[in-house]
């Protein structure tokens, strides 16, 4: 099958020919339509390190079509039409033919095209399990505060939306006039300037003790000091970017703040009792897209998948500057 891999301890994309894979029990064995490209691939791209006869696929966030599943799969038929973001453990989505286990699937959101639905997995189920399971919001939360850092970037504009369909007071962060458009479409009451003092901007919008959550999308260590400043006491900050230096706590002690991090491959990558979970995200997602409750954040669309026009999509995202989200669509 055809692929796109790190070959030969270079770090180039070449195009490949490689085996097809074979389900284990509870893989499905999905034929590629259309990938989206993350930051995690370019991370997992400059941590690569292969010797000679290595080949690394990278890809975690896909549209396709289930071609053969393994003996103990009970969640998916062949011919379904699937998404799923996966395990970064295992081989992406950069080829023909991936392999991923069936909990971590979801049924593609019919009212979808293939690319509004790549779009998609990676980014909702990072944002869902941030509100929902590491801040541990609640309908009852409805009315409360969250400040959104990055609110344009692909896990932003979907947070945004599901923090503010559940009724909190949604502040994001963006800097650009197009960011702060963007982010004010997705559902934003307000928007305030992330290369900026937040907290002094959030005393200006009347949040004098502070908001009552914080998500941060970009460098936690740049935000860090900000962040205990401007959340209230008892208030609680989710993380989903990894800290570069250590920094203090001592703010958030005096303020009994909660701190915790999201990490969307934690399930897959510890291989959790409650993997089943990210199925769970992506079909109610999936019910959310196709009721018009959420909105595909798709951005931008490059063809076919080749090395070439992966590179492409490499450079946008390492930029810095991407709006919703970049999907390659297609083998020719
Ligand atoms: N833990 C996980 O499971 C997980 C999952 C997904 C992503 N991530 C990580 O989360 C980060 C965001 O990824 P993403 O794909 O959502 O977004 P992204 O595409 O990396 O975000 C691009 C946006 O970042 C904004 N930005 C630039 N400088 C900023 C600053 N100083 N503070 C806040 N925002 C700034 C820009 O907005 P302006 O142009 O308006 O400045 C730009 O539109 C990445 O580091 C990624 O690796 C982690």
Redesign the pocket.
């Known amino acids: 099958m055809k692929a796109v891999g790190l070959t030969n301890a270079l770090t180039d994309f070449m195009d490949i020919e490689i085996a097809q894979p074979k389900p284990g029990t509870h893989d499905l064995l999905v034929k590629i339509k259309a990938i989206s490209i993350?930051?995690?691939d370019t991370?997992q791209r400059e941590a690569t390190k292969l010797s000679e006869e290595e080949v690394r696929i990278l890809g975690w966030d896909a549209v396709g079509e289930v071609v053969e599943i393994g003996s103990d799969v009970t969640l998916f038929k062949t011919g379904q039409e699937v998404c799923f973001a996966g395990d970064v453990t295992r081989p992406g989505a950069y080829a023909e033919f991936t392999l991923i286990d069936e909990r971590l699937v979801g049924a593609k959101p019919r009212s979808l095209s293939v690319e509004e639905a790549a779009a998609m997995p990676?980014?909702t189920?990072?944002a869902w399990?941030a509100l929902f399971d590491r801040l541990g919001i609640v309908e009852e939360d409805s009315g409360k505060s969250i400040l959104i850092?990055?609110?344009?970037?692909?896990?932003?504009?979907v947070a945004t939306q599901l923090a503010a369909n559940i009724g909190l007071e949604v502040i994001a962060?963006?800097?650009?006039p197009?960011?702060?458009e963007w982010?004010k479409n997705h559902g934003a009451n307000h928007v305030i300037n992330?290369?900026e003092n937040l907290t002094k901007q959030l005393k200006n919008l009347g949040y004098e003790k502070g908001v009552d959550f914080i998500l941060c999308?970009?460098?936690t260590n740049?935000?860090w000091d900000d962040m205990q400043e401007a959340i209230c006491p008892q208030g609680k900050i989710c993380s989903?970017?990894?800290l570069a230096e250590p920094v203090k706590m001592s703010l958030l002690k005096d303020k009994s703040a909660t701190f915790s991090?999201?990490?969307?491959?934690t399930r897959s990558k510890y291989d959790t009792d409650d993997k089943v979970k990210q199925h769970e995200i992506l079909t109610k997602a999936a019910h959310m897209l196709d009721g018009g409750m959420l909105q595909t954040t798709l951005n931008k669309v490059l063809s076919p998948i080749n090395a070439a026009t992966i590179e492409e999509a490499h450079q946008i995202?390492s930029s810095?500057?991407?709006?919703g989200?970049l999907v390659v669509k297609g083998f020719e």
């Open positions: 993350n930051p995690v991370k990676l980014t189920i990072t399990e850092i990055n609110g344009a970037g692909g896990v932003g504009s962060t963006a800097s650009r197009e960011t702060i982010t992330h290369r999308l970009h460098n740049a935000h989903i970017v990894e991090y999201e990490f969307m491959f995202i810095g500057k991407m709006i989200k």
